[in-house]
Every structure is written in C-alpha cells, then in structure tokens.
C-alpha cells in the first residue's frame, strides 16, 4: 500500500514561490503517473500538473502554466511542486496523488493535503 505525504505548504505573499514535495513510503514511484491537485472550500478538487513515470513529459492546467514546475526524483521516491508568481487565487489545500487511470483525473493513492495560502 502506497502512502503520499505532501510537504512544504505555507503562508506566502502574492508573487512569491514555494516548493511542494510529496514522498512516498511503501512502494516506488518510479512506475506511477502522479498528479497534483488542489482544492478550495466548497469547489471540486481540481487538476493542476500531472508527470509520467519517466519524467519525460508533464502537463498543466491553463491557470498554473508558466508558473509551476512539476518533477520528480525517482531515486528519492519524491515528487514536487515549483509554485512561482504565486497569486492569492492559488490559495488552496494542495494533494498529489499516485497511479492515474488512463485517460481520467482518477487515481488509486493519494496524500493527505498541505495549505498553501497566498496573501494579496
């Protein structure tokens, strides 16, 4: 059983940066798609990057491209979040998740969230 925990959530002025990771314990990543997410009181969860188990290839959503980085470090069973030019609307509970379903949003593991807050 795959366990994520996230880290490096925090308080943060508007235009400034912080890096997420989420660590792994009880089986490797290297093999997985993982994902990132977020979430606010009373919205969906929403996507916000996704990497393939190579690392070759990544995808953002419009809101975060050009802003944050995903990546991952297969040897350190790791995967992180570059969040750069944070704005106040980024504020959010942030999640990775490992092992997608092809072709959806959907995946079997996930962690347990770190808050990110962006202050105006």
């Known amino acids: 059983q795959v366990q994520l925990v996230e880290s490096g959530g925090g308080l943060v002025q508007a235009g400034g940066s912080l890096r997420l990771s989420c660590a792994a314990s009880g089986g490797t990543l290297s093999i997985y798609v993982m994902g990132w997410f977020r979430q606010t009181p009373g919205k969906e969860r929403e996507f916000v990057a996704r990497?393939?188990?190579?690392?070759?290839?990544?995808y953002y959503a419009d809101s975060v491209k050009g802003r944050f980085t995903i990546s991952r470090d297969n040897t350190k069973n790791t995967v992180y979040l570059q969040m750069n030019s944070l704005k106040p609307e980024d504020t959010a509970v942030y999640y990775c998740a490992a092992d997608r379903v092809p072709g959806t949003d959907r995946y079997k593991y996930w962690g347990q969230g770190t808050q990110v807050t962006v202050s105006s």
């Open positions: 990497i393939t188990a190579s690392g070759i290839t990544t």
